[in-house]
């Protein structure tokens, strides 16, 4: 499961997607949006995609992180539009036989989103707004 | 010839649109494309880093561009 969709990711449906009788453990990652950046108080968060290749990275970074690891099922989901403080933007859950496989390849699976996925999220402030990581 | 530019995040508010229509130089090289950008647009020079795709692949420096080719300008993702 490699998604991008604009209603909230159903958490539940997401690991159960990668449910395997082969799996001894499932490691999930939930991003949630915080309300402060730096010491400011976020209002909200609008997050933009390049959808067509934004599911091409993703789909990379699944079939790489299967090279890597001993994994069973991936499942990768990002959230798209206006959301709020508290919601989740995304969604990542692997299941492996062992556990540290899991916890390993979720985490190069977000740090890697996070570096090369078409996604772009603009934080908004009381007093303004801001693309993260636009400006050094 | 023609290439058609689609942007997206900052660089969409820095054009000031999502989609444009250029006509460029034949043969134009993406690093060539990115200086005559940022000559346009000096505010692009302030950002992070500017990558570029082409359909939904990332290119290089040296990519030679093509007639009616989709140019994505990929400024600096934030997902997650």
Known sequence: MVEITDKPIKIDEVIKSVTS?????????????????????????????????????????????????????IA????????????????????????????????????????????????????????VSAHP | MTINLVLFGIAKDIVGTSRSLLEVEDGMLINEFKQKLVAEYPKMKDLT??????????VEDDYQLRHNEEVVIIPPVSGG
């Open chain 2, 49 to 58: 880093s500017i990558s570029f795709a082409v359909g939904t692949e990332y």
């Open chain 1, 76 to 131: 990768v989901v990002h959230r798209v539009g206006l959301l709020e403080i508290g919601d989740v933007p995304v969604v990542i859950a692997v299941s492996t036989p062992h556990r540290k496989d899991s916890f390993d390849a979720c985490q190069f699976v977000i740090d890697t989103l996070k570096e090369t996925v078409p996604i772009w999220k603009k934080e908004i402030f009381e007093d303004g707004e801001v693309w």
């Open chain 1, 21 to 73: 009788e082969n799996a001894g453990a499932i490691d999930v990652f939930i991003g949630t949006v915080r309300n402060k950046t730096k010491g400011k108080t976020v209002v909200k968060l609008d997050f933009e995609a390049y959808e067509p290749m934004a599911i091409t990275e993703m789909q990379k970074i699944v079939n790489t992180a299967k090279q890597k690891w001993s994994i069973e099922k």
